[in-house]
């Protein structure tokens, strides 16, 4: 055999490898995701789903259904976590980051609601790929409420975990729904076992969360399933000084009490603080709180993103045209 010969047999060898990669891989061109014959692993979205609105249509908005259970009844109640979330450089990174951690927990709706007019391509694009149950939402807010730190506006989430309720509500109402709602950052970290815990909520429960409140950890000791007292720095004088991560609530409680809605921390209403005491003071008292700290185990954190360090980008800009 001849070196000509060989390395013709070496070319249509490493052609055929590729082919099969191709074939195979599930990643897909970006012109090509809403191709369900190109890209068959996609989870794809109608047009209708894909119009931006503020108000969107909840059997629109809601994903191809992969392991979402809502009839009562059924074995594991559903869970709907509410995901706030807003432009930043580390924003794809923790959304993917956690989309890796919902894959494992079954009976989940996601729904995301971004702080924008319209919806991110960069969002649509991760949540597609996700596959799993999940809404994309838009609220943008007002200039007005925003705080600003450090000359850079914050998002307080407010108005985004409201128009997250309103679509359980609107849900639900139209679903024999059995499971809980929770709220979630983007940029924090679960373990798997948090969902197994909450998912069992009757009415409201409370739990321990990490690194937040200046502590190690913010919330509830638990004695028999209820609560024996409160670990935090403030907010002793509140019925419920709970963490906005530190509590899911059951939905057949949102639909009985729909006029009820998260509101601003006084005195700064106006600034948008949220305020989970006043919130879940509707719902339950101290005395019928369901404590789910697991065997005294933190199950969720308060990790929150750094901003990146990229001063470099003045001396050499990284390409636009990749998405980042």
């Not at 990490?210 to 019925?239: D, F, I, K």
């Not at 000084?241 to 639909?255: H, S, Y």
């Amino acid at each position: 055999m001849n070196r000509l010969t060989r390395y013709f047999i070496v070319l249509v060898t490493n052609l055929t490898v590729l082919f099969v990669f191709r074939q195979t891989s599930v990643d897909c061109p970006r012109d090509k995701w809403k191709d369900p014959v190109v890209c068959p692993s996609i989870n794809h979205q109608s047009e209708e789903s894909t119009r931006s609105t503020n108000t969107p249509s909840p059997e629109a908005r809601l994903t191809q259904d992969h392991t979402l259970t809502t009839a009562a009844g059924q074995q594991d109640p559903v869970v709907f976590l509410i995901t706030t979330t807003y432009q930043r450089q580390t924003q794809k990174a923790d959304l993917v980051s956690l989309c890796h951690t919902l894959k494992h927990v079954p009976s989940l709706v996601w729904i995301v609601v971004e702080n924008s007019a319209s919806q991110s391509p960069v969002i649509q694009a991760v949540l597609g790929r996700c596959n799993i149950s999940a809404i994309h939402l838009t609220v943008q807010t007002p200039e007005h409420v925003r705080i600003t730190r450090k000359n850079s506006p914050k998002v307080t989430g407010v108005a985004h975990r409201n128009a997250g309720l309103k679509w359980v509500r609107e849900y639900c109402s139209r679903q024999d729904c059995w499971g809980v709602a929770f709220f979630g950052d983007d940029d924090d970290r679960y373990d798997l076992k948090l969902f197994d815990e909450i998912r069992r909520t009757e009415r409201v429960s409370v739990f321990m969360v990490g690194l937040t409140g200046g502590l190690q950890m913010e919330g509830p000791y638990c004695e028999n399933g209820t609560v024996a007292r409160w670990h935090r720095a403030t907010g002793y004088s509140r019925e419920i000084p709970v963490d906005m991560q530190g509590f899911a609530i059951n939905v057949r409680l949102l639909l009985k009490h729909k006029d009820v809605w998260m509101e601003g921390f006084a005195p700064y209403n106006d600034m948008g603080y949220p305020e989970a005491n006043r919130f879940l003071s509707h719902f339950a008292s101290r005395a019928t709180l369901e404590c789910r700290t697991y065997k005294n185990e933190v199950l969720v954190w308060r990790t929150r993103s750094s901003q990146p360090i990229t001063w470099n980008e003045k001396l050499n800009k990284s390409d636009k045209n990749i998405e980042f």
